[in-house]
């Protein structure tokens, strides 16, 4: 067996896409602690990021087949896996039972629905949040980080769908400059 | 359209965050086949994304990957260099072995078919012995002329025991030694048949190496008795040696 140390992109799926499980175990080692920062800044505990990141590469493997490079990069594709694993599980009711019995954390008092909290903490892309005006931070911690439709937004803020959604564009550029 | 208008809508990162909608997502992704510069500014997005979600890792618990391996029904430890190491092991040695094996499957196969042809050497030999007993006791029992005269050692060889076949119609004698002590170099054994009370020669024994065997011997017409003596080599017709065996028909 040949242990390879780096793989161009295109090798690296195509190895993934035979399932095999060096490739699987390369990719694990390259990317398990990115999407573990991205998980943990959707879901609070460090067990249930665990459980969620496990999921993530199995799901990763089993799905690999769907995955398509016209459409995006890997890194893009397994970050959505990743986000929209820890979103499916804090919506989870398991998941929403469980927070109720903990201390309810102190949110800085925004007008909207009680339902919608946003839960803007230091870690990873949410530190630039900090730097969005604070209509636009709120718009992308509901969307991106709490997995609310541009729908539910607007009816929970009361905004117009359009305006939600010219926001979030706004704010999302605004992102890009500050990453880039 | 205005492609950089386009660009600059906040589409681009919409779509790369998954935060598009279905019919946002098919359109972005006909234009983008359609025009690269949109394709590079959604390749641009997606590094810096990467590169963000790098820069803000969180380790990993361990474990973790055996988990995950276990649960796609992999081991982890075959994607490590030692898998192959221990794999390169185990068919040296494999390979060892089936050659050990075969060599001593190859001698044992010799060995096997060396023993094989003294066994058929052995079984032809005994064949033709029992060719030649089953001739001789066809000559003495097919025929109902034959008479049979035991002889038993005398006092200087108890041990001793010899028998004459005497076919009373051909005059034919057949003497079978049972037992008789090897002789000297120098000696011989001699068959006599006593007619009318006197020894008559029926003559030398070259005693061969083989047990129980027949020995033609010469004719008589008529006999009382016969006896074995131990005799100088070469003797004639008449006896000088000591009785061995004696017995009647």
């Given at each position: ?138 718009l992308?911690?509901l969307s991106?980080?709490?997995?609310y439709?541009h729908?539910e937004i607007s009816?929970a803020l ?6 939600v ?16 | ?249």
């Amino acid at each position: 067996m040949i242990t390879k140390s780096s793989y161009s992109e295109q090798e690296l799926v195509a190895l993934l896409q035979q399932q095999n499980q060096q490739a699987f175990g390369y990719l694990y080692d390259n990317y398990a602690n990115a999407l573990h920062g991205i998980i943990l800044s959707i879901v609070k505990e460090n067990e249930t990021a665990s459980d969620v990141l496990q999921e993530v590469f199995i799901n990763i493997w089993k799905k690999i087949r769907s995955y398509d490079p016209e459409k995006g990069r890997l890194f893009t594709w397994m970050l959505n896996v990743a986000r929209n694993a820890a979103i499916d599980k804090i919506r989870s009711r398991e998941y929403r039972d469980n927070l109720k019995n903990l201390p309810i954390p102190e949110t800085p008092d925004l007008n909207i629905g009680s339902d919608l909290k946003p839960v803007v903490e230091d870690v990873g892309l949410k530190k630039i949040l900090r730097k969005l005006k604070e209509e636009q931070r709120v718009l992308i911690d509901l969307s991106y980080f709490q997995g609310y439709t541009h729908e539910e937004i607007s009816k929970a803020l009361n905004i117009p769908l359009g305006t939600v959604k010219t926001r979030i564009r706004s704010a999302l550029t605004q992102l890009r400059n500050m990453i880039d | 359209m205005n492609i950089q208008e386009y660009i600059s809508s906040g589409i681009v990162e919409s779509y790369v965050l998954g935060l598009s909608s279905a019919e946002e997502r098919s359109e972005f992704e006909k234009i983008c086949a359609q025009y690269p510069e949109v394709m590079q500014a959604r390749i641009a997005f997606e590094i810096s994304i990467e590169r963000q979600a790098m820069g803000n890792a969180v380790a990993v618990p361990e474990g973790l990957k055996q988990k995950v391996f276990d649960a796609i029904g992999g081991h982890e430890n075959e994607v490590k260099p030692a898998a192959s190491v221990m794999k390169m092991n185990w068919l040296k040695y494999a390979v060892a072995a089936c050659l050990i094996l075969l060599a001593g499957s190859l001698y044992w196969n010799y060995s096997l078919q060396q023993k094989n042809k003294e066994l058929t050497k052995k079984l032809d030999d005994s064949g033709k012995t029992l060719a030649q007993l089953e001739q001789d006791i066809k000559v003495l029992q097919g025929n109902p002329a034959i008479k049979m005269a035991r002889m038993d050692g005398t006092t200087i060889s108890p041990q001793s025991f010899a028998t004459v076949y005497w076919d009373t119609a051909s005059h034919d004698v057949y003497l079978l030694v049972n037992n008789l002590p090897k002789p000297a170099n120098d000696k011989q054994y001699q068959l006599w048949a006593f007619i009318d009370g006197k020894p008559v020669d029926m003559g030398l024994l070259e005693l061969s190496e083989k047990p129980l065997q027949l020995y033609r011997m010469k004719n008589a017409q008529t006999a009382q008795a016969f006896a074995i003596t131990l005799e100088k080599r070469g003797n004639g017709p008449i006896p000088h040696g000591a009785v061995y065996v004696k017995g009647n028909p």
